[in-house]
C-alpha cells in the first residue's frame, strides 16, 4: 500500500495511542491532534490523505473542525478535497445524519478496526 498521511483528531490519550499502535504496522505517517482546533491548523500546514474526527473534543467538535477545513477547501479551490471519518464510541444513527451535513464522508466505530482505516482510505 502507497504511504498515505493521517490525521487523528482526538482528545483522549488512550484512544490516541491505541489508534497510533493499530496504524503504526501499516507504515503510514501519522499525526495526532488533541482537539479540533488543532486538528484545523494543521490540516492548514499539512496535506492529508485521510482525517479521522472525534466528534465530541474541546474548543471545536468535530462537527465545527469539519465544517472549517471544508470551508478552507472550498476558499482555496482545492481539487482534492480530503477523507474525513468521523470517530465515535456513540450510537452513530443519532449523528450520522449531522455527520454527512457538516462534510464528513463517513463513519468509524470506537473501537475502530485497523481494516476499517484502511479501506476508508482506498
Same mark, same amino acid.
Given at each position: 500500500?502507497? +504511504? +498515505?498521511?493521517?490525521?487523528?483528531?482526538?482528545?483522549?490519550?488512550?484512544?490516541?495511542?491505541?489508534?497510533?499502535?493499530?496504524?503504526?504496522?501499516?507504515?503510514?505517517?501519522?499525526?495526532?491532534?488533541?482537539?479540533?482546533?488543532?486538528?484545523?491548523?494543521?490540516?492548514?500546514?499539512?496535506?492529508?490523505?485521510?482525517?479521522?474526527?472525534?466528534?465530541?473534543?474541546?474548543?471545536?467538535?468535530?462537527?465545527?473542525?469539519?465544517?472549517?477545513?471544508?470551508?478552507?477547501?472550498?476558499?482555496?479551490?482545492?481539487?482534492?478535497?480530503?477523507?474525513? @471519518?468521523?470517530?465515535?464510541?456513540?450510537?452513530?444513527?443519532?449523528?450520522?445524519?449531522?455527520?454527512?451535513?457538516?462534510?464528513?464522508?463517513?463513519?468509524?466505530?470506537?473501537? @475502530?478496526?485497523?481494516?476499517?482505516?484502511?479501506?476508508?482510505?482506498?
Amino acid at each position: 500500500m502507497e +504511504k +498515505k498521511r493521517i490525521l487523528i483528531a482526538e482528545d483522549n490519550a488512550i484512544n490516541q495511542k491505541v489508534a497510533l499502535l493499530l496504524l503504526q504496522k501499516y507504515e503510514q505517517t501519522i499525526d495526532i491532534a488533541d482537539n479540533g482546533r488543532i486538528a484545523v491548523e494543521k490540516f492548514l500546514i499539512h496535506d492529508y490523505d485521510l482525517v479521522l474526527m472525534d466528534l465530541h473534543m474541546p474548543e471545536l467538535d468535530g462537527f465545527e473542525a469539519t465544517l472549517k477545513i471544508r470551508e478552507i477547501e472550498e476558499s482555496e479551490n482545492r481539487i482534492k478535497k480530503v477523507k474525513i @471519518f468521523a470517530m465515535t464510541a456513540s450510537s452513530i444513527s443519532d449523528e450520522s445524519e449531522r455527520c454527512y451535513q457538516v462534510g464528513m464522508n463517513g463513519y468509524i466505530s470506537k473501537p @475502530f478496526k485497523p481494516e476499517e482505516v484502511m479501506k476508508a482510505l482506498s
